[in-house]
């Protein structure tokens, strides 16, 4: 199967400069997959130039005039930029000509646009975005992470559904299990939105574990970890804020004397290791998941090593049908009781 | 002054194995506070009499016939269990024989007989857990951690009063910055609750810096954060999962092969270093804010050094009067607009 992915190329901190390279840098490692670069012609072309590079069939230029800003409202960006390269990008996954698109660009406006564009799967309220994270004994998927700051029961249900189809896909488990975020194992913990989340995945047929606390995230005692995304979300920043003290105080350690500059030194390999090893660069790549089509968000400071993850796990959920896969699980469900 | 401090000799996964022990290192460092050590006199005599150590006029032994298990619910512990020692101890704070209590014991339990014992100050709906977290600046109390599961604006308004009046109190800190725990830091993120909180913070004449993220915590970005309980325990959770899976990831790193022992051999002193700077028994104890009274929540795993931190953590609330604070904060805001 050949496979197309659209490239936004403009999106992200670092717009063509990091994309350009990274889309090159991966058509030398993965065969079988064209690409189309999507945004201000002349601008990657000029990037193509400077890597001695040139577009061709299997990687294609494809203009669009207009950039989604960082900063910028999700509401300027779906009404005010119909020519953007977020934009475009996402119209080629409606229209067919791509199977998939990778975007930088800023995270409610591609939310906003994708929703807008490819609509949500039969039975999907709302869209999630979905990380895979680190955990002691392998990776994690947690959903949503902050596209949906106020849920209900059924949103968590239908995020419990979605990580599971996801982690069955890429992952080729059998039947992932499934934990919901919570402030204790009891069944009498947390919210009430919580408590009738937990009795309706209970009922769902998933591999349903049961409340898991914060800490279970990077035990990995499940393979999915459903929540609001508001608690996602803090979840996760909350952990990149705690990773980087760690990170900075040890480095401080290893600078305070002659003597720990010289351990740092007989320890260079060793702290190398574990450098790679927590190397987040690695898990870049979230899913837009409940969408009609394929929707990747690359984190937007990514580097081009960081955005090449990010179009190899695009190319993972077209091969595996990740949007497939929700639509028939979610046609399973019982029909949702009236209002 | 002398001060007087009741500890639950029976709460945590240990103990009298803990506690006792941690009281008497406590009084060799600290002159100037009694203890009461409340539990089965039994017990502590024995755990005494193992140490070589006896009861006095400034450690006496109150008997308890009860004891709260970890797993019992606040409800059962609070009907049940009248002659409990984290009951008995709570009491010996409310009859004013002393002037804070310390308990390892469960969390719910302690908030509820806390609660009901003792009473809420004035204007306080709800008391709320705070602890103080290391930050690559320096410390950050944040509450709640856990004791309220669905907050409202008003509710999040108290909490950064309370946070302040703590940091005011214990850090001798003019005028604490307060931030608000949110998914973005402009006005336009977040739920409903959050959005209206903000809006109260900011009237209410607090350092309000505005909404911070996850991340902000550890950066030390204000002195307090603020939350829904139930944000908050899954951001600390997650924290201290990330951070044990860091600290195994290292330790792996440097047993992996010959070579990477001999380098922890060199970089023994650094790491060491580093392990004490990472300490997180040193930041053990968690008030119970809004009471009228001083209650510390020891962390159920506490071993003797950190149950001390949360004894001498109690003392400062004492010298530094936090209830009385809170209290005359209260009573500079607006009345509540009749419901």
Redesign the interface.
């Given at each position: 199967m050949d496979i197309t992915v659209a490239v936004d190329c403009m999106g992200g901190d670092h717009g063509p400069h990091v994309t350009v390279p990274a889309a090159l840098e991966f058509q030398k490692g993965v065969p079988g997959v064209d690409l189309v670069l999507v945004g201000l012609q002349d601008a990657i072309e000029a990037e193509l130039r400077t890597r001695g590079a040139a577009a061709g069939p299997r990687l294609r230029v494809h203009h669009a005039s207009q950039v989604v800003t960082m900063d910028e409202?999700a509401a300027t960006a779906l009404r005010g930029k119909k020519d953007s390269s977020m934009r475009v990008a996402v119209n080629l996954v409606k229209s067919g000509e791509a199977h998939a698109c990778v975007s930088a660009g800023n995270t409610g406006a591609l939310m906003a646009v994708s929703r807008f564009v490819l609509k949500t799967l039969p039975g999907i309220d709302r869209p999630a975005i979905c990380s895979v994270l680190?955990?002691?004994r392998g990776r994690v998927y947690v959903l949503d992470l902050?596209a949906n700051?106020?849920c209900g029961p059924e949103h968590l249900l239908q995020f419990g559904i979605m990580g599971a189809c996801l982690v069955a896909a890429v992952e080729h488990a059998e039947n992932p299990s499934v934990g919901l975020?919570n402030?204790g194992v009891e069944d009498?913990k947390?919210?009430?939105v919580?408590k009738q989340a937990a009795e309706l995945l209970r009922a769902s047929g998933l591999n349903f574990f049961g409340n898991v606390?914060?800490?279970?995230?990077?035990?990995g005692t499940t393979d999915v970890v459903v929540?609001d995304?508001?608690?996602g979300?803090?979840?996760?920043?909350?952990?990149?804020?705690?990773?980087?003290?760690?990170?900075?105080?040890?480095r401080e350690?290893?600078k305070?004397s002659a003597?720990?500059r010289?351990?740092?030194l007989?320890?260079l390999?060793?702290?190398g290791?574990?450098r790679r090893?927590?190397d987040h660069r690695r898990y870049n790549g979230a899913s837009l998941l409940g969408l009609k089509g394929i929707v990747i968000k690359s984190h937007g400071s990514a580097d081009a090593f960081a955005f090449e993850q990010a179009l190899q796990r695009a190319v993972e959920e077209v091969k595996n049908g990740v949007p497939q896969r929700i639509s028939q699980r979610m046609a399973l469900l019982p029909p949702p009781k009236p209002a």
């Open positions: 409202s680190p955990t002691m902050g700051v106020d975020l402030i009498i947390g919210n009430d919580v606390e914060g800490d279970d995230i990077y035990k929540c995304g508001f608690v979300n803090v979840a996760l920043k909350s952990s990149e804020g705690v990773a980087q003290m760690i990170i900075a105080a040890l350690e290893f305070r003597y720990s010289l351990a740092a007989v320890a390999p060793v702290i290791a574990f090893r927590m």
